[in-house]
């Protein structure tokens, strides 16, 4: 397995949040291969191969993203935009995982196309538990499309 | 105008009149000239008669003398006077008898006088005749004379011609005489009657036009008299006329300064309208910011609080512990207070959406989301008969909510714990009451009880952000109702909520201040 293509996709811009999450989801023993981007650009370099990520490949995305919504340089429902309309990226399963219960984050969210929408909890101990369902649905319940399925050019017509 | 036609008529009547009387009177009076020429004619005529009548009688003695003037003298130019004579005499004689044609007793007596003068006419030429043939005569002075003599006879007839003709000649004049009588009294009455009628038809027009004159006077009089009504009211009129233009001015003027208000207030109203758009813009701002940015430190000071707890707590002193314990708490409780303000903010963002809801399943939702502090519980609800209601479901889910949240709070050293939920009709509004069994409040704070961070207990006692009932409030008022609560301390507390029972109520509408009734 290439060490440049992670499981995870960790779109967070504070420290301690990255570090509760990441320390969470090591607890679970969810996976070792995380990526931590520190903002919403450096998640778009990452995701589309390019800038200082242009040898990764395309062929091998992130099993999940998660994406928090209040983000410098490039806001997450800008990032979300930009995975869910590309069809090489679409199929990527996304986790906004915030602090928000707006309802027009949530609106906003859903509209772009989000597979979840999480609520951070603010208790350690229900964090924990949530960090361990959708980890576990998303990394060991469901099943990924074909690797490439979506990477030929007429590949936006198909689902 | 019927009278004016009626004199035209009378007038018209009047000259006619005057006109067949003159007609009339020219008639006779030409009747009586033509009978009076004719008179004439016949008197010249008769004058004519008496004198071819005399002329005969001279002319027969001139012959008569010329014979024995010739017989004396034997002048030689007797004879031919003689005979010039003799034809003048014949020739009178004829025109006598024509003179006398249409006069048969003159005619007859012509006829008779005629043939005796003729023979001695006949006579007389023998006689002269023979005087100039020098023959002598018979010297018998009787037969000389005989023939030359005029008898008797011729003598009286012609005194009779004379005497009926002058006797015609009388009777004529007289007739003319009576004739030119007549035709006087005649023109006379005529001249009189027409007179008379003139008088009266002057006197009628004179009445008439004095009438007239009098009626054009009335007639004037009263126009006058208009003139000056007029005038009044023309007067009046231009000031009503001015009154009206003035009001007219006045109200432009008034109209214009509605106008110049409303375009103010529209300005006004804009401004304002943009202003408040602006402020709840940032309050927006404010809460998204509150919601995104205040919650993740609280977190960590939660998160990294109970890793150290769970990773280094039996390393730790009992002290630490207890802070370690009281900092969670607090993140806790800010979190609570986060979470509380960020709803009441939405409420009063949230537009009410009013529809039919049976209030019994918005109980049971509510109920059930406030299971988790039910656990371990010796609750008894009792929930009546509760009717249909216009209300948002959302916000009168919260309103159970946060109303059974308190009442299962409040009652927490009960055992059993009774909560009771019902509903009845006051003054055209549906009452929904919470009653519960628990700590009550002291009524003597009972104005506070629905003010943002107002508590009527100690955070030791029951913990509390004081956010809950003032929310509460802001939905039942934004329902167009009203909340308020009854209590004794440590009797139990009931809090009642009113609503329109139907949608007629006015939705944030904002009623008098609400506190408790005692």
């Known amino acids: 397995m290439n060490s440049r293509n992670e499981d995870i996709l960790l779109v967070e811009d504070d420290p301690a949040d990255a570090e509760l999450t990441l320390m969470a989801i090591g607890k679970e023993r969810l996976t070792a291969s995380i990526h931590v981007a520190r903002d919403g650009a450096e998640a778009l370099d990452f995701i589309f191969c390019r800038g200082s990520y242009a040898e990764r490949k395309f062929e091998r995305p992130p099993k999940l993203i998660l994406l928090d919504l209040k983000l410098p340089k490039v806001s997450g429902h800008q990032v979300l935009r930009a995975i869910k309309s590309d069809p090489r990226t679409r199929s990527i399963p996304v986790v906004v995982l915030t602090s928000s219960d707006q309802d027009r984050d949530l609106v906003e969210c859903y509209r772009s196309g989000t597979n979840s929408y999480i609520q951070k909890p603010v208790d350690l101990q229900k964090f924990q538990e949530t960090v361990r369902n959708f980890g576990t649905y998303w990394l060991r319940v469901n099943q990924p499309p074909p690797m490439g399925a979506f990477l030929e050019p007429d590949s936006g017509a198909k689902p | 105008?019927?009278?004016?036609?009626?004199?035209?008529?009378?007038?018209?009547?009047?000259?006619?009149?005057?006109?067949?009387?003159?007609?009339?009177?020219?008639?006779?009076?030409?009747?009586?000239?033509?009978?009076?020429?004719?008179?004439?004619?016949?008197?010249?005529?008769?004058?004519?008669?008496?004198?071819?009548?005399?002329?005969?009688?001279?002319?027969?003695?001139?012959?008569?003398?010329?014979?024995?003037?010739?017989?004396?003298?034997?002048?030689?130019?007797?004879?031919?006077?003689?005979?010039?004579?003799?034809?003048?005499?014949?020739?009178?004689?004829?025109?006598?008898?024509?003179?006398?044609?249409?006069?048969?007793?003159?005619?007859?007596?012509?006829?008779?006088?005629?043939?005796?003068?003729?023979?001695?006419?006949?006579?007389?030429?023998?006689?002269?005749?023979?005087?100039?043939?020098?023959?002598?005569?018979?010297?018998?002075?009787?037969?000389?004379?005989?023939?030359?003599?005029?008898?008797?006879?011729?003598?009286?007839?012609?005194?009779?011609?004379?005497?009926?003709?002058?006797?015609?000649?009388?009777?004529?004049?007289?007739?003319?005489?009576?004739?030119?009588?007549?035709?006087?009294?005649?023109?006379?009455?005529?001249?009189?009657?027409?007179?008379?009628?003139?008088?009266?038809?002057?006197?009628?027009?004179?009445?008439?036009?004095?009438?007239?004159?009098?009626?054009?006077?009335?007639?004037?009089?009263?126009?006058?008299?208009?003139?000056?009504?007029?005038?009044?009211?023309?007067?009046?009129?231009?000031?009503?006329?001015?009154?009206?233009?003035?009001?007219?001015?006045?109200?432009?003027?008034?109209?214009?300064?509605?106008?110049?208000?409303?375009?103010?207030?529209?300005?006004?109203?804009?401004?304002?309208?943009?202003?408040?758009?602006?402020?709840?813009?940032?309050?927006?701002?404010?809460?998204?910011?509150?919601?995104?940015?205040?919650?993740?430190?609280?977190?960590?000071?939660?998160?990294?609080?109970?890793?150290?707890?769970?990773?280094?707590?039996?390393?730790?002193?009992?002290?630490?512990?207890?802070?370690?314990?009281?900092?969670?708490?607090?993140?806790?409780?800010?979190?609570?207070?986060?979470?509380?303000?960020?709803?009441?903010?939405?409420?009063?963002?949230?537009?009410?959406?009013?529809?039919?809801?049976?209030?019994?399943?918005?109980?049971?939702?509510?109920?059930?989301?406030?299971?988790?502090?039910?656990?371990?519980?010796?609750?008894?609800?009792?929930?009546?008969?509760?009717?249909?209601l216009d209300v948002d479901p959302g916000l009168f889910r919260l309103v159970f909510t946060n109303l059974f949240s308190n009442a299962v709070k409040f009652t927490r050293d009960r055992k059993p714990a009774i909560i009771e939920v019902g509903c009845f009709d006051g003054n055209g509004m549906s009452v929904i009451f919470v009653r519960d069994n628990g700590a009550g409040f002291d009524p003597h704070h009972a104005d506070k009880l629905f003010g943002v961070f107002q508590r009527l207990h100690r955070q030791d006692e029951f913990e509390g952000t004081g956010i809950g009932l003032a929310t509460v409030h802001r939905i039942v008022q934004k329902h167009g109702g009203r909340v308020w609560a009854e209590s004794e301390l440590n009797q139990g507390a009931c809090f009642y909520i009113s609503v329109p029972a139907s949608s007629a109520g006015t939705p944030d509408e904002q009623k008098e201040p609400i506190g408790a009734v005692v």
């Not at chain 2, 006779?28 to 000239?33: C, F, I, P, T, V």
């Not at chain 2, 432009?252 to 943009?274: F, I, M, P, S, Y």
């Not at chain 2, 977190?299 to 390393?315: A, K, N």
């Open chain 2, 1 to 388: 105008m019927n009278r004016a036609l009626k004199f035209r008529r009378k007038l018209w009547g009047v000259g006619t009149f005057v006109i067949a009387i003159l007609a009339f009177a020219f008639f006779l009076a030409l009747r009586s000239a033509s009978q009076a020429e004719s008179l004439f004619d016949w008197s010249a005529h008769a004058e004519e008669v008496l004198d071819k009548i005399s002329q005969a009688r001279f002319g027969r003695s001139r012959l008569m003398n010329q014979l024995w003037a010739y017989r004396v003298t034997h002048n030689p130019e007797l004879p031919a006077r003689f005979r010039e004579d003799m034809d003048n005499l014949h020739h009178n004689l004829d025109a006598l008898r024509a003179l006398t044609a249409d006069n048969p007793k003159q005619r007859r007596i012509v006829e008779e006088l005629t043939p005796l003068i003729v023979e001695q006419l006949v006579l007389l030429q023998a006689a002269m005749d023979n005087a100039v043939a020098g023959r002598t005569l018979p010297a018998d002075s009787s037969t000389l004379s005989l023939p030359f003599q005029p008898s008797d006879h011729v003598r009286d007839l012609f005194n009779t011609m004379e005497r009926d003709e002058r006797t015609l000649v009388a009777q004529r004049s007289a007739a003319v005489r009576v004739n030119v009588e007549r035709t006087q009294a005649v023109l006379f009455i005529a001249g009189a009657l027409t007179a008379l009628i003139l008088f009266a038809a002057v006197y009628l027009v004179q009445r008439e036009i004095l009438l007239r004159a009098e009626v054009e006077n009335g007639l004037r009089r009263a126009q006058e008299m208009l003139g000056i009504k007029f005038e009044g009211q023309r007067t009046e009129l231009g000031h009503v006329l001015e009154d009206l233009h003035a009001q007219i001015r006045a109200r432009a003027q008034a109209e214009q300064e509605v106008k110049q208000l409303n375009a103010d207030l529209g300005r006004r109203v804009r401004q304002r309208t943009a202003e408040l758009e602006d402020m709840n813009r940032e309050l927006e701002a404010f809460s998204y910011s509150v919601s995104h940015d205040l919650r993740a430190p609280l977190r960590h000071l939660d998160g990294f609080s109970r890793i150290l707890q769970q990773t280094y707590g039996q390393q730790l002193p009992e002290g630490a512990q207890h802070y370690l314990e009281r900092i969670r708490s607090a993140a806790k409780h800010m979190s609570e207070l986060v979470e509380d303000l960020l709803q009441l903010a939405r409420v009063g963002r949230h537009t009410t959406r009013r529809e039919s809801q049976p209030l019994r399943a918005l109980v049971d939702e509510a109920r059930k989301e406030i299971e988790p502090e039910c656990v371990e519980r010796d609750i008894r609800w009792e929930v009546g008969k509760l009717p249909d």
